[in-house]
Each structure stands twice: as C-alpha cells, then as structure tokens.
C-alpha cells in the first residue's frame, strides 16, 4: 500500500523556519521524482519544488534562494527545509511521488499545514 506521511508544519513567524519531512511506503522510493506542492485557500495547488530520481532540483520562482529540497533514499523520505517564510507562504503542503519509467503515480500525501502569521 502507497503511502505518503507529511509532517514538520506549524505555525511559525514571519522570517522563521520550517523543515517538513514526508516518508514513503509502499514504492521503490529511489526510482521516484519527488515533488513538494502547496495549495492555498481559493488558490491552485501549485509546486514549490521537485528533487528527480537523479538528484536533479527545481524552485518555483517563490521558492528559489529560501526553500531547499533534498531526498534520503536510504530513508525513503523527503525533506523540505524553508527559511525566511512568509505570510504568502502559508498554505497546506503536500508530498507527492511521480515515475516516469516506468510510469507510476502519481501519489499523493495528505499534506501539512504551514501557517505564517505573527
């Protein structure tokens, strides 16, 4: 049985730091692109960072010079680290796991509520 277990969010303030944390079962995590999502109220889910099978990285323009992705195949987990939030940031974040080849996915977790406020 797939799953994807999101956790790390909270509420934090303007300018601190979150690192979420999402752990896998079920698939053969290190064939997998993973990808960190976030979808606010009255918005689209949009993606905020993925890390591929290869190691290879992408940001969001919102996520670039903030946010780090990174993977622990070994643990079948990936990790989202997230410094100088935002209020915009705030949002659910969510997990999911795509394979291109073969074609798998995608999955999805039931994601993490990060809250920036003061």
């Known amino acids: 049985q797939v799953q994807l277990v999101e956790s790390g969010g909270g509420l934090v303030q303007p300018g601190g730091s979150l690192r979420l944390s999402c752990a896998a079962s079920?698939?053969?995590?290190?064939?997998?692109?993973m990808r960190w999502f976030r979808q606010a109220p009255g918005k689209q889910r949009e993606l905020v960072a993925l890390i591929t099978r290869d190691s290879i990285i992408n940001y969001a323009e919102s996520a670039k010079g903030r946010f780090t992705i990174s993977r622990d195949n070994a643990k079948n987990t990936v990790y989202l680290q997230m410094t100088s939030l935002k209020p915009e940031d705030t949002a659910v974040y969510l997990c999911?796991?795509?394979?291109?080849?073969?074609?798998?996915?995608?999955?999805w977790g039931q994601g993490t509520q990060v809250t920036v406020s003061s």
């Open positions: 079920g698939f053969v995590f290190g064939i997998y692109d």
């Open positions: 999911s796991a795509l394979c291109y080849m073969p074609a798998r996915g995608p999955y």
